[in-house]
């Protein structure tokens, strides 16, 4: 069995006027080590399809199924203690709380495992230390420049040791160089720390990090063969 498997996933909002359906009938699968790249317009339902791999929401119809879990099925309290095992979530607006330290941020994850403060802080400066930010854990993301932020929010994603990595569109908000550093360190993840990852982005240069780009559009999905 592939590590991600989606089978026959629709997804249709539904609200008083009309019915959005961004996912239709869509079938996805993503191997153990695999970093996968995700491309389409706006629209075409890419943070739909990273919501329903994270079970921060449920297909209408059809299996998400992630590390052998039948997400769409999982109960609230079961789905959160699931997916801070499972899953480290990366966003393009970084989503740091501004009024924590970059330590504190990164520690966030931690607070719902059965951990001690010690341990807490041993997994936080081994995450800070993965992303190379070790001297900046007392600054706060406002000290701290796009790219810094970035790492930081990738350091929070990796601390439970998760599974899989879903970052969307995370050098959207950074420059060439900075997003050059992020797309090394989200690569790292994959070739040294065995994570699965799934990054959906814009970018054609972005994209190129990934092992398998894959075309979704109007909610259908084109699982293309992988670049050179
Ligand atoms: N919670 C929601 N309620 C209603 N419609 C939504 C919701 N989330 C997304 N949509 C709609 O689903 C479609 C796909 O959205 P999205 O997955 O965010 O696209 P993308 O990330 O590819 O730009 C859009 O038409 C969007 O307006
Ligand atoms: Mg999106």
Redesign the pocket.
Known sequence: MSLIELRGVTKT?A?ASEA?T?LEQLDFTVEQGEFVVLM?P????????LHLLAGIDRPTTGSVVVAGETVSSLKPAELARWRTRAIGYVFQQYNLIPVLTAAENVEVPLLLLRLSRAQRQQKVATALAAVGLTDRAWHLPRQLSGGQQQRVAIARAIVTDPTVVLADEPTGNLDRAAAGRTLELLRQLVREFGKTLVM?THDPVAAQAGDRIVHIDKGRIQQGAGHA
């Open positions: 909002f609200s959005v961004p389409g706006s629209g075409s339902g890419k943070t739909t399809l959906v």
